[in-house]
């Protein structure tokens, strides 16, 4: 008798439960704007530059996923970027 796999959920089939903007920086010629996107599972941090999505990560709470938005602004701030929005 052979095994069944469970195969992880399908990407496209979530439906989200609130969208925030968490931060929004720029600098000459490029915008960051970092959201924050709840799930019923959990929450992502999406990290959009110019209307592009450059990245999606997943997190089981919001606490980690605002850390680690805090992290990526600091260092987008040493790197010459300036905050638009309050992080």
Not at 58 to 82: I, M, N, P, Q, W
């Amino acid at each position: 008798m052979t095994k069944r796999r469970l195969s992880p959920p399908r990407r496209g089939s979530f439906s989200e439960d609130a969208r925030e903007s968490v931060c929004l920086i720029h600098r000459d010629n490029q915008t960051i704007n970092v959201e924050l996107v709840a799930l019923t599972d959990g929450v992502e941090l999406e990290i959009w530059a110019d209307g592009l999505l450059r990245r999606r990560l997943r997190f089981l709470r919001d606490t980690e996923a605002r850390k680690y938005c805090e992290r990526v602004a600091s260092r987008l701030t040493r790197r010459g970027y300036t905050p638009v929005l309050p992080q």
